[in-house]
């Protein structure tokens, strides 16, 4: 190494900082959520003036990533390849993640995919520093419809730090949403959770019923899908972008080009073989998502049912809306077009009588007796655990 | 061994069956129909069941106030029999077994990997001594343990008997065990 490393304020960061940074300088400078940091050029800067950007930093824990030159890049995404730690506090724990990562180009898994791909032989790499976002819920979202190239964006979340979807360790829930309006939610097993402890990551169980609710709510959708469109617009292709939630806030943690091909060629795989994108639920929109717990959809007048003493307001084909139910409930299910309880999981007394009469329910749907009109025609789909409005009764 | 007395006993009937006509609200404690349809219209005059049609069907379901008086006599039986650390106690070993008993029914709709019939002996096994607790004190939980383990046994022959809602099925005598604990108590799912 000839020239000394530098500290760069992340909002400064350029095409020498490596991909990553520099992405995350471009969303940053345009007023995006971007969480503050710095990126060390190469490691041999100063420690002193590592400390002191630090310093200037909120207290821990931080989130060490590798910026690499090559990375991050429109020809390939080096995603997992190179080094992150999550979760540190200490500055010297800093330091030390910050020459790991800086050596991860060296590590031969790097190393390789950068031979397949051509891209040169540069080994150290810059590395960011940020503060570490505790997410309650975080995942990735892309600004194209990866199964067919769509546009569409196609939002993957779970519970705690995105790295539970990123690495594949849980079935994350996929949000799919038009851009000429509509969405669609199909909720996935988040079986744990990875969340920052005092000595770095904790994973813990997920349980019921948060493990099979689907993480967002309806009025996040929008918004986080609006920073996906806003990231596609300033870099001027589709992106791939992670995100996280803290405290009812958005944060863009990266920002990519799509990496993997797009649209593939008419008659290039066969239908049977190619995963399809879904149908947009229009005029629908959608008011209430929960645990999908008796498949089928059911289109019906919602009929608000607190207590016993209303059931005799309940007509056959309506769709049933309540807290909970217990046995007096059970004759509704009968007359009932579908049932959707604010409280309950996949084993819940709704959701196992539900599935003996066949009908579609939604369980576990958070805020349906206050979210949902006495009379107002939905779609309830038992399937997806979605609850969306309709105009027309037919 | 604690009786219960009969007004109590139709108007738990009806807590329990959710939803049901005379003969059935009878026949769950055995008691006398003609008694029980003047039971049922005393406590319709105070406003504690209601008569409702559903789909075809006719009967009695509990009012909010019908559900706070049931409450109010279970407690007090619960009290004048000195009962109430026993159901409490059995009701802590009930709840880990009713995670157990609804992943088992859910698994056997779902068609999906552990819905093996020996999960329900298992629970008809664990059912017994619980009940036996209960029984000894307060005469009227006693008959789950049997009920379930017919439905098992019916099941073997037609397996509406494990779910299914039209037959006093492993499922419905479950959840009624589970509701009669939380009605004893005075406490919600």
Redesign the interface.
């Known amino acids: 190494m000839t020239t000394a490393g530098r500290v760069v304020p992340l909002a400064q960061a350029g095409p020498d900082c490596g991909g990553k940074a520099a992405a995350l300088a471009v969303l940053l400078r345009a007023g995006l959520p971007v969480p503050d940091g710095f990126v060390v050029t190469d490691p041999s800067t100063d420690e002193a003036a590592v400390r002191a950007a630090l310093a200037r930093l909120r207290p821990g824990p931080y989130a060490i990533r590798s910026s690499g030159l090559g990375e991050d890049g429109a020809a390939a995404s080096f995603a997992g390849q190179l080094e992150t730690v999550l979760g540190v506090r200490d500055p010297d724990e800093v330091l030390a993640a910050i020459r790991r990562c800086a050596a991860s180009g060296d590590a031969p898994r790097a190393r390789a995919y950068r031979e397949r791909l051509g891209l040169g032989d540069r080994t150290a790499v810059p590395v960011l520093v940020q503060e570490l976002v505790a997410a309650d819920r975080a995942g990735v979202l892309f600004t194209r419809d990866p199964r067919d190239g769509g546009d569409r964006i196609v939002i993957n979340a779970a519970w705690g730090l995105g790295e539970s979807v990123v690495s594949g360790a849980v079935v994350p829930d996929e949000i799919t949403v038009w851009r000429e309006g509509g969405a669609r939610v199909a909720f996935g097993d988040k079986r744990t959770r990875l969340d920052p402890g005092p000595d770095g990551p904790i994973r813990s169980d997920v349980p019921e019923p948060a493990r099979f609710h689907v993480c967002l709510g309806p009025e996040e959708i929008l918004p986080l899908a609006a920073l996906g469109w806003r990231c596609e617009e300033l870099f001027g292709r589709p992106q791939d972008v992670e995100w996280a939630v803290c405290d009812g806030r958005f944060w863009l943690l990266q920002s990519r080009p799509i990496t993997t091909p797009l649209a593939p060629a008419p008659g290039s795989a066969p239908d049977a073989v190619r995963p399809s994108a879904p149908e947009r639920p229009d005029p629908e929109s959608l008011l209430v998502v929960g645990v999908a717990s008796s498949p089928g959809q059911a289109r019906g007048p919602v009929r608000l049912v607190r ?3 209303e ?2 307001r ?1 007509r ?1 084909g309506d769709v049933l809306v309540c807290r ?1 139910t ?10 009932a077009a579908a049932v959707v309880t604010e409280t309950g999981g ?4 709704a ?3 539900a ?3 066949r009908i579609p329910a939604v369980v576990g749907a958070t805020g349906a007796l206050s979210r949902l009109i006495d009379g107002a025609y939905v779609v309830v789909d038992g399937a997806l655990g979605t609850v969306t409005l309709t105009r027309s009764p037919s | 061994m604690h009786p219960s007395p009969t007004d109590l006993l139709s108007l738990h009937a009806v ?5 049901a006509d005379t003969g059935a609200v009878a026949a769950r404690f055995g008691l006398d129909p003609a008694q029980t349809g003047e039971e049922l219209l005393d406590a319709e005059a105070y406003g504690w069941v ?1 008569r ?1 049609a ?2 075809g ?1 006719s ?1 009695w ?4 106030a019908g ?1 706070r008086r049931n409450e109010a006599q279970l407690s007090e039986e619960l009290d004048r029999a000195g009962a109430r650390a026993t159901v409490v106690a059995v009701h802590d070993g009930f709840v880990p077994l009713n ?1 157990q008993a ?2 088992a ?2 698994a056997w ?2 068609g999906t990997a552990g819905a093996v019939p020996g999960r329900f002996a298992a629970l008809a096994d664990a059912l017994h001594p619980l009940e036996q607790r209960l029984a000894a004190q307060l005469g009227r939980f006693g008959g789950y343990h049997h009920r379930f383990a017919t439905a098992l046994a019916q099941a073997a022959a037609d397996p509406a008997w494990i ?3 039209e037959v006093d099925s492993c ?1 419905r005598v479950w ?2 065990l589970h ?1 009669d604990l939380i009605a004893s108590l005075g406490i919600s ?1």
């Open positions: 207590s016993v003493d059931f005799s309940v056959p909970t217990d046995p007096a409930w059970t004759p509704l299910f009968r007359v996949l084993l819940s007394h959701a196992i009588v599935r003996e009469y | 807590r329990l069956k959710g939803f209601t409702s559903f789909a069907l009967g379901s509990l009012t909010e559900r995670e609804t992943g029914f859910t709709q779902l779910t299914g809602m499922h959840f009624e509701e799912r």
